[in-house]
């Protein structure tokens, strides 16, 4: 529907209705940027953000500002900066979990001529969840199987929760949104179990200023409670409250991102070989040095994966908290949603040649792929070189100040994954022609039932 709406529009913006609301769409960078260029008083992620996710109902009674920063901006400094440059030394332990996760997935199932089936989401989700949770919550909590379990219904839970209130009328939305909240068994269980441990970060801080010794900790708790405003510091709840929206918010798109990405290694399975040469040629230790950036050719792979397929159609979500007007005249008003056409616009013929057809290796410099590939593929190259963090030439994670401030770990990630997939088997679709997602309002989810045929390399 947004796509046929895309096309009729030519540039300019329109209008989409959604059950609740109406959102103005924008796709020209030119209105994208007058989208940033817009105060958090009159345009507001934080304020979408709340209306989605609904967190007094579904996060323990978190009453979330409308506008961001207003006490403080630790969660912003923590992932942008202190999460990205920790990326070298938590990558290796990383790689080391996610590997021991999948060959306890590979010795569960039966190997039938040196191969198995496996549904690939689920040890997916599995594999993003351990290592958000250990990133954001502390290593020793991603352990606890009953927490871990809870973790990941906890996700679910909130998707169908606050589905179902948004759509309420404003009225009878409390009374039925606290029923609803009563029995959301997951997001009191993993509030109750961070709690603690908030609290006692803040008492070892205590401790700490008073010059005794306290252990120290490399987790965004931490992190969150040392950059909060020393003014008004965040409370144990306030932290928690705002990393359960984290959990929320980061482990599905990841985890549904890298799972389009691994489809696409099995349709186009001509790039193995290379990419495999890049993994093996490079090692892992030069990888984790680099916190994630090297593999220039499996970042390109998946950066071409996620436009062919970006898990949101639409980025850049804003509420409008006072009347926003383009410069084309276009207004919305205050309560409506202004956003940008990310998958039209990265699928429109202005922007990427070909922008149908999948060609893994577009991103490239061409001087790395003259030095690595074979002629064929370095002849698919367009346009200039990027990155997969990028943020100026596509809109995966969202806009100018407000872009994505996880995205470097989340790729950091999403490469390991996928090249310990890549390193450890052959794969293959085992109904190549079956739909591998579907679609609910802006977002697709991979079906969890899409198996994967897995022939370890080792047994060949
Ligand atoms: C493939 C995975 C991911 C994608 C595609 C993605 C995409 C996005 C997008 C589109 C936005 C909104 C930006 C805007 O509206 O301008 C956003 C915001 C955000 N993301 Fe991500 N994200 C991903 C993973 C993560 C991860 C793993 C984390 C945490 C480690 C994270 C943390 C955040 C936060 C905190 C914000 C809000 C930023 C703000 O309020 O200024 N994201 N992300």
Known sequence: MIQEAYEKAAGSPFWIQAPENRYLVVSSWDHIKEIDAASEDVLSLQAAAKEILQPRYTMQNFNWFDKKGADGMPLIRTLRTLLTNHLPDILPDIRRSMSVLLDRAQDSQPIVNGSYTSPVFPIIIEAISLTNAAAFFGSEISHDKKFMAAAIGFIEQTLLAAEAIRVLPKAIAPLIGNMIAKNLGSGKAIYDALIPIAEERLEERAQKKLGHGVPEHHDCIQWVMECSPRSSPWSAERIVHELMALWFGSVHITSTTACIALHHLCLHSEYIEPL????????????????????????????????????????????????????????????????????????????????HEFQGFRFVDPSILKTQLA????????????????????????????????????????????ALFITKYDMQLEEKAAGRYFAWRTFIYPYASTKVLLRPRAAL
């Open 375 to 418: 002629d064929d593929i370095v002849s698919q190259v367009q346009g200039t070189p990027s990155n997969f963090t990028d943020i100026g030439d596509w809109q995966l994670w969202g806009t100018g100040r407000s872009a994505c401030p996880g995205r470097f770990y989340a790729t950091a990630v999403m490469k390991t994954l996928l």
């Open 276 to 355: 495999r040469n890049e993994i093996e040629s490079t090692g892992w230790a030069q990888f984790e040095q680099s916190g994630g950036k090297a593999f220039p050719l499996l970042d390109s792979f998946m950066k071409e994966s996620a436009r062919i397929n970006p898990v949101e159609s639409v980025s850049s979500r804003r509420m409008a908290l006072k009347p926003f007007e383009l410069s084309d005249g276009t207004r919305v008003e205050a309560g409506e949603w202004i956003c940008a056409a990310a998958r039209g616009m990265m699928l429109d013929a202005r922007y990427y040649t070909a922008p």
